[in-house]
C-alpha cells in the first residue's frame, strides 16, 4: 500500500449527510418529474398515480438515505444520489415504454427496485466492514461458477435472443450473470491481495517491460479459458468481455505490473481472432457492425434493425431531444432493457445523453476515489474491481447500442429493465458506500499524534 | 496500488470520452444526414404526421391537411379534385407527386426558408407546420378548360394549358382522363395501393400529366414554328407568294403531301398569309425546306425544343418536346408542317404562341407564385417571371399574329373567334402514324393553340386531344379544340362572366 501522505493522515472528512440528502431530493425530483413528463407527453395529462408512485420512490430513496446515514454516517454522499436518478429515469423511460406497447414493466421494475433497496438497506447493515470479504474469497468463486453454469442446466436454463444466460425458476427468470459478476469481484479480490505479491515480484524484464513469470500466469489463463467459455458456450459476448476486463484492471491494479496488460491484450486479441474465426455468433456480430446498413430494411435478414432504428432515435433526439413521449422509441426493439439508452438519447437528445454518460462516469470515479483513499488492500481491490466492472459494463452496452463498437448483450446498470441487474447493482453500491465509509472514516485515536512510529504501526495493525 | 488505481481511472475517463464523442457524433454531427436517408421510417412518419402547408387557388386551398383521430394526426385532402389532381399530385406516406413534390420541402415545413417559424414552433412546444404554396392558375380557366375537354365525351384524352404570355405563369393546365388524389392519399394505405394500382394498369393512363408529359407530333400548329423561321430569314412576309398546290411530292422521294383542307390550297402559288390560314401542307413542305433544318432547328429550340424548362420546384416530370438536329430533306419538309421526328407538349405549344403574343419573347413557364409562411401569412418567397429566350424579332412576331388573326377571322380557327376581340390561333390535326393493334390507324391527334386580344395578349392558350371517341373525319383541330381555346380565353378575358 503506498504511504499517504502527511497531509492526507490528518484531513479528517466530513459525513456530508445533508448534502446527500439534498441530492437525494434533486434525484427524486428528476425519477418523479420525468414520469410526469411521460405521462403529459403521451397522454396530455400527469398520470393518475403520480402521487403514489412518487411517494413509493420517496419513500425507498429516504429507507437508503436512513440506512446510510445510521450505519455508514461517512459513506459518499454522492453515489446514492446519483443510482436514485439513474434508477427513477430508468422507471419513467420504462413506463414510456410501457404506455407504447401496451404492457407494465415499470411496476415490475419498481417491485425489483424494492429489492434492490432492501438488499441495499440489508448489505449495508449485515456487512460492517468489507474486509470480511475475504473469509469468502473461494465460497463466493465457487457460487460464481455455479451461478455461470446454472443456465447451461437443462430445464431451468433458456436461451433469450440467442444468448443462453437465463435461468427460469416457475415464473421467475433470472440473469446469474449479474450476481456473478458481484461474486467475482469479491473473489478476485480475495485471491489477489494474498498472492499479489508473487504475482508481482518474480518477472522477467523484456523490452522495457516486466513479464510474469509462467508459472504465475496461471490465474489469468483460467479466467482466460472461463470467459471464453461463457463466450462459446453461453453465446454472451458482453459477459465475456466484462470479466475478462474486469479481471485484468483487478490484477493489474494489485501487481501495479504493466507487463499483465500486456499479457491480457495479447491474449484479448488472440481470443478476439480465434473467436471470430470458430464462433459463428461473434463474426455475425461483427459483420452486423462492420456494415449494419446491408442489414437493414425490407429484402435483407434485418438483423440489424435494433442499431439502425437506435441511431435514428438518437439522430432524431438531436440536441435536445423530441421530449418525453414524444420520439417514437417503440421503434427499438428491447428499448426497456439493453437499448434504453438510445430511447434516451430519442427522448431527451443528446444532453440527457451526455448527462446519463456524466453520472456513470461520476459513479465510476467516486467508486476509484474510494479505492484511492482505502486504507486496506482488499478495500481498494473491491472498490476498483466494482468501478472498474461498471465502467466496462457502461462502455460495452452503450457503446454497443450506439455503434462505437459491436453489440454484445448486456444490460444497463439502473436503467435497464430487468430484476437481476437492478438488485446486482444496488448490493455494488451498498459494498462501494461501506468501503468509502471506511476510507472516509477519522481513524480511531490510539496514538499520539507525534509519534510518527507509533503511527505507522497502527496503520500496519489494521490490516 | 494507488498509482495503478490512477492508471485505471484514466483508462475509465477514455471509455467514457469516447462514449460522449461517439454519442456527439450521433446526435450533432451525423444528424442530419441519418435523419435524411429514405429509409428512417421514423423521420418519415414524423414528417407525414405534420401539419402540412396548403396549395392555394385564388385564395382557396385545393390541398390542404385537416386534422385527423388516426395516428397521422392529419389528412390530407383535395377539394375538387378531379379538376387539379395533375397538378397537386398526391401526399402518401413515402410518396409525393406533382406540385406535393415539387414544392414538399415548403410545404412539409423543412425548407430553410421556415427555419424562423420552426424555431418558434420548437420554443412554443408546439408542432411544426409547413407553409402555404400559392398557384398562378386563374381558377375560371382551369375550369373553363376542365369542362370543355369533359363536354367532348366520358372517355376524352387530352390536355390544355394557359399561360400569360408577358409572365410565362401558368394560368390553367388540366390534364384528362384524372382522377382522385383523395383515394390515393387515404391512410388505408391497402385500399390506396389498390386505387393506385387500377390507375396504373389503365389504358388510358389517368396518372399521367398529359400537359407536360406527352409528347405527340403537333401538326399543323408547328406551321407556326415554321412560318416564323421564314420570316425570321428577312426573305418572307405575310404577302410573299410561294408555291403551293394540291399535292407536293417529298424530296429524295416518292411520297406525296396531301393538303386536310381542300379549299384554298390549290393555287400553285399562294401568299404565305393564305397558306396559313387553310392550314396548306404543300405549302409548308417545301418552305421548310427552302429555309433549311438548320434554321428550322434554331427557330424550335428558341420556342424551347429540345430543352428542360419546368423547373423541378415548379412541377416535376416535365418532357422534353423535340426537334432533332441535322434532318435530311424529306424530314424537314414534314417537320415544316408538325410531322415525323417533330414532337411537343401542351406546354410547348402554349410557349411557342405565348411566345408570338410575347413579341417574340419567350417567358419561362411557372406554376409556383408565391410561398406564404404559416403562421403570419405574410409571403416569404415571390417568384420572378424570368425569360427563355427571344424566339423571334419583334416585328417577325407582328406579322406572325397578323397571320394568325386572320386564321380566325377567315380560316380554319373560326371556331375559337370571340365577338368584340381580336383572336389569333392555329389549328392542327396530326396523323398519329400509328396502327391499332387490329390493323386500324389510330385516330388523328387535334390541336388548336391561340392567344387574345391580338394586340395586348393576356393568354395564351394550348389544347391538345389525344383521343376523343368519335369517328376520325370529325377530328379537327378547329372543331373540336377552337371552342375550348375560346372558353379559357373568354374565362381570363372576362373574369365575372
Known amino acids: 500500500m503506498a504511504q499517504p501522505s502527511g497531509a492526507l493522515m490528518h484531513f479528517v472528512h466530513r459525513r456530508r449527510r445533508g448534502a446527500e440528502l439534498f441530492l437525494l431530493i434533486l434525484a427524486l425530483l428528476v425519477g418523479v418529474g420525468a414520469y410526469a413528463a411521460v405521462g403529459l407527453g403521451v397522454k396530455g395529462k400527469v398520470p393518475a398515480d403520480i402521487v403514489s408512485y412518487g411517494g413509493w420512490l420517496a419513500v425507498l430513496i429516504i429507507t437508503a438515505h436512513i440506512a446510510v446515514r445510521m450505519v455508514a454516517p461517512y459513506a459518499d454522499p454522492v453515489l446514492l444520489p446519483i443510482v436514485a436518478a439513474l434508477n427513477g429515469l430508468g422507471l419513467a423511460v420504462i413506463h414510456r415504454i410501457d404506455l407504447a406497447r401496451d404492457h407494465n414493466l415499470a411496476r415490475q421494475q419498481l417491485i425489483w427496485m424494492t429489492i434492490g433497496v432492501v438488499l441495499f438497506v440489508g448489505t449495508l447493515v449485515l456487512l460492517r466492514d468489507h474486509r470480511v470479504l475475504q473469509r469468502f474469497t473461494y465460497t463466493s468463486g465457487l457460487a460464481a461458477i455455479v451461478l455461470l453454469l446454472l443456465p447451461m442446466a437443462p430445464g431451468i436454463g433458456k436461451t433469450v435472443n440467442g444468448a443462453r444466460i437465463w435461468i427460469h425458476l416457475g415464473s421467475m427468470s433470472f440473469q446469474p450473470g449479474e450476481v456473478a459478476k458481484v461474486l467475482l469481484v469479491v473473489t478476485f479480490a480475495g485471491y489477489l491481495v494474498l498472492h499479489r505479491d508473487a504475482l508481482a515480484l518474480a518477472g522477467r524484464r523484456v523490452a522495457m517491460i516486466d513479464l510474469p513469470r509462467g508459472r504465475d500466469l496461471g490465474p489469468i489463463l483460467a479466467m482466460w479459458v472461463v470467459s471464453l467459455g461463457i463466450l462459446v458456450f453461453q453465446h454472451d459476448l458482453g459477459s465475456s468481455l466484462l470479466f475478462f476486463g474486469l479481471f485484468l484492471i483487478m490484477l493489474y491494479v494489485a501487481t501495479e505490473r504493466a507487463g499483465w496488460l500486456v499479457v491480457g491484450a495479447t491474449l484479448f486479441v488472440v481470443g478476439s481472432y480465434l473467436t471470430y474465426l470458430f464462433i459463428a455468433h461473434v463474426r455475425e456480430r461483427f459483420q452486423l457492425f462492420s456494415d449494419v446498413w446491408a442489414h437493414y430494411g425490407p429484402g435483407t435478414d434485418d438483423l440489424g434493425r435494433q442499431s439502425v432504428e437506435t441511431m435514428f432515435g438518437m439522430a432524431w433526439g438531436g440536441l435536445i431531444g423530441r421530449g418525453l413521449g414524444q420520439g417514437a422509441p417503440w421503434r427499438i426493439p428491447f428499448a426497456e432493457s439493453d437499448f434504453i439508452f438510445g430511447a434516451i438519447g430519442e427522448e431527451l437528445g443528446l444532453t440527457g445523453s451526455i448527462a446519463v454518460i456524466l453520472l456513470y462516469g461520476l459513479i465510476v470515479e467516486r467508486a476509484l476515489r474510494a479505492a484511492l483513499i482505502s486504507r486496506d488492500d482488499i478495500g481498494k481491490l473491491l472498490a476498483t474491481g466494482l468501478g472498474g466492472a461498471l465502467a466496462i459494463q457502461v462502455f460495452v452496452v452503450v457503446g454497443g447500442v450506439t455503434h462505437l463498437i459491436p453489440l454484445t448483450g448486456l444490460t444497463t446498470p439502473f436503467l435497464s429493465y430487468g430484476g437481476s441487474s437492478l438488485v446486482a447493482n444496488w448490493v455494488i453500491v451498498a459494498i462501494l458506500l461501506r468501503i468509502s465509509d471506511a476510507a472516509r472514516r477519522p481513524l480511531p485515536d490510539l496514538s499520539t499524534p507525534d509519534d510518527a512510529d507509533m503511527e505507522s504501526t497502527q496503520v500496519v495493525k489494521l490490516q | ?497
Not at chain 2, 191 to 196: D, F, L, M, R
Not at chain 2, 286 to 291: E, S
Open chain 2, 1 to 497: 496500488m494507488n498509482k495503478p488505481i490512477r492508471t485505471v481511472s484514466i483508462f475509465c475517463l477514455l471509455l467514457f470520452l469516447a462514449l460522449a464523442v461517439n454519442a456527439t457524433y450521433l446526435q450533432y454531427y451525423h444528424a442530419n444526414a441519418l435523419d435524411d436517408r429514405t429509409d428512417n421510417g421514423r423521420v418519415a412518419t414524423a414528417t407525414f404526421s405534420r401539419e402540412r402547408g396548403a396549395i392555394m387557388v385564388g385564395g382557396t386551398a385545393i390541398a390542404e391537411s385537416v386534422p385527423t383521430k388516426d395516428q397521422y394526426k392529419y389528412q390530407r385532402v383535395y377539394h375538387k379534385p378531379f379538376l387539379y389532381a395533375p397538378i397537386t399530385g398526391w401526399y402518401t406516406f413515402g410518396n409525393e407527386t406533382g406540385m406535393e413534390r415539387a414544392q414538399n420541402s415548403f410545404l412539409s415545413g423543412e425548407d430553410d426558408s421556415l427555419f424562423v417559424n420552426r424555431l418558434v414552433d420548437l420554443v412554443n412546444g408546439s408542432s411544426t407546420k409547413g407553409g402555404n404554396v400559392l398557384l398562378t392558375i386563374d381558377p375560371a380557366a382551369q375550369k373553363a378548360a376542365y369542362d370543355g375537354l369533359r363536354k367532348l365525351g366520358a372517355d376524352v384524352q387530352g390536355a390544355v394549358v394557359a399561360l400569360q404570355p408577358n409572365t410565362g405563369k401558368i394560368l390553367a393546365m388540366v390534364s384528362l382522363p384524372t382522377y382522385d388524389p383523395n383515394k390515393l392519399a387515404d391512410h388505408d394505405f391497402k385500399k390506396a395501393n389498390a386505387y393506385a394500382s387500377k390507375l396504373s394498369k389503365m389504358k388510358s393512363q389517368p396518372l399521367l400529366n398529359r400537359a407536360i408529359q406527352t409528347t405527340l407530333a403537333p401538326g399543323s400548329t408547328f406551321k407556326v414554328v415554321t412560318a416564323s423561321a421564314a420570316v425570321g430569314t428577312g426573305r418572307y412576309n405575310a404577302n410573299t407568294l410561294m408555291p403551293a398546290g394540291d399535292t407536293y411530292t417529298l424530296p429524295q422521294s416518292h411520297s406525296v403531301v396531301h393538303n386536310d383542307v381542300l379549299s384554298g390550297c390549290s393555287n400553285s402559288k399562294i401568299p404565305l398569309i393564305q397558306a396559313l390560314e387553310f392550314s396548306c401542307n404543300t405549302a409548308f413542305a417545301p418552305l421548310a425546306v427552302k429555309v433549311g433544318a438548320s434554321a428550322m432547328h434554331q427557330q424550335a429550340e428558341g420556342f424551347g425544343f429540345n430543352q428542360r424548362y419546368l423547373d423541378s420546384d415548379q412541377l416535376p416530370g416535365q418532357a422534353v418536346s423535340q426537334y432533332p438536329a441535322g434532318e435530311d430533306a424529306p424530314g424537314t419538309a414534314l417537320s415544316g408542317f408538325g410531322q415525323d421526328s417533330v414532337t411537343a407538349t401542351p406546354l410547348q405549344m402554349a410557349m411557342v404562341t405565348a411566345g408570338i403574343a410575347n413579341h417574340g419573347v419567350v417567358m419561362k413557364p411557372y406554376l409556383v407564385d408565391s410561398q406564404q409562411s404559416p403562421t403570419s401569412f405574410e409571403t416569404l418567397k415571390q417568384f420572378p417571371s424570368t425569360q427563355l429566350s427571344q424566339a423571334t424579332s419583334s416585328s417577325t412576331a407582328s406579322e406572325i399574329t397578323r397571320m394568325m388573326v386572320a386564321t380566325v377571322q377567315s380560316g380554319t380557327a373560326t371556331p375559337a373567334a370571340i365577338p368584340g376581340i381580336q383572336v389569333a390561333g392555329k389549328t392542327g390535326t396530326a396523323q398519329s402514324g400509328l396502327t391499332n393493334p387490329d390493323g386500324s390507324e389510330v385516330p388523328p391527334y387535334a390541336w388548336f393553340i391561340g392567344f387574345a386580344p391580338a394586340q395586348s395578349p393576356k393568354v395564351a392558350v394550348a389544347v391538345m386531344l389525344q383521343h376523343v371517341d368519335q369517328p376520325t373525319d370529325e377530328i379537327h383541330g378547329g372543331t373540336l379544340g377552337g371552342p375550348i381555346a375560346k372558353a379559357v380565353m373568354e374565362a381570363v378575358l372576362n373574369p365575372h362572366g
